[in-house]
């Protein structure tokens, strides 16, 4: 059973359209996060979730809309896509704080806007 | 965070140790050496992490010097697989608010039969 797992893995579309990444892990982890790999392949987060509380939001547009239904899913929902907003996206979880734990990441999404 | 730096990349052989070094000169008592890899095309995944003593497991052994200024990533027989982007990420002990990990640009790796 795969950990951490994002759908879909590849996302083609073109500038203006709106789009969503969903999330789940079954690792039982209370902290969800998204993070955003860009064409320089530096992996920056965007945003965290605790217990579907919102805890970083890491100066992302708001065009950008984190949604936690529940512990176990964290989905990201992208409205206005521009071509900036192409990158390798990663869903990842933990249990608690990444102070002390090690964060399991999922496959990625790779997002191309055209 | 403290910083740390890493050579920008590295050879080895395959079934030779591959030892990565890591600075992280401006480390402070409470905060963890960690390492991940990212192999092509895949989530980052976890290595290890340690404090100050030295620690081994299944996939590499972590070596902390005393002064916890720097430390190396040891892989004991890399193979093909391992190659991949190796991060070292300096992080706090768990806080409330402690919950991102900053990754740098990391050592690639690339292991040549």
């Known amino acids: 059973d795969t950990a951490v797992s994002q759908t879909p893995k590849y996302l083609v579309t073109q500038m203006g359209n709106d789009k969503s990444i969903k999330c789940e892990q079954n690792?039982?982890?209370?902290?969800m996060y998204w993070y955003k790999q860009d064409s320089k392949k530096f992996l920056k987060i965007m945003f965290s979730y605790n217990n579907k509380e919102l805890i970083i939001n890491e100066t992302v547009p708001n065009r950008f809309s984190p949604k936690s239904p529940d512990k176990a899913h964290l989905n990201l929902h992208i409205n206005s896509l521009e071509l900036g907003d192409s990158a390798v996206y990663f869903c990842a979880s933990s249990q608690g704080g990444t102070g002390n734990t090690e964060a399991f990441f999922g496959q990625g999404t790779r997002l191309t806007v055209v | 965070d403290a910083k740390t730096t890493q050579p920008t990349s590295m050879d080895c052989a395959e079934g030779r140790a591959a030892n990565l070094p890591c600075n992280h000169s401006t480390i402070s008592g409470n905060e963890y050496v960690y390492w991940y890899r990212q192999i092509h095309s895949q989530g980052p995944q976890y290595i290890i992490h340690?404090?100050?003593n030295n620690e081994t497991n299944e996939m590499a052994s972590l070596i902390i010097t005393e002064d916890r200024k720097s430390s190396t990533l040891i892989l004991p027989h890399a193979t093909l697989r391992d190659t991949a982007v190796y991060y070292c990420i300096v992080r706090v002990a768990p806080l409330i608010n402690d919950y991102k990990l900053s990754f740098g640009a990391g050592t690639t790796v690339t292991v040549r039969a």
């Open positions: 690792l039982g982890h209370d902290t």
């Open positions: 340690g404090l100050k």
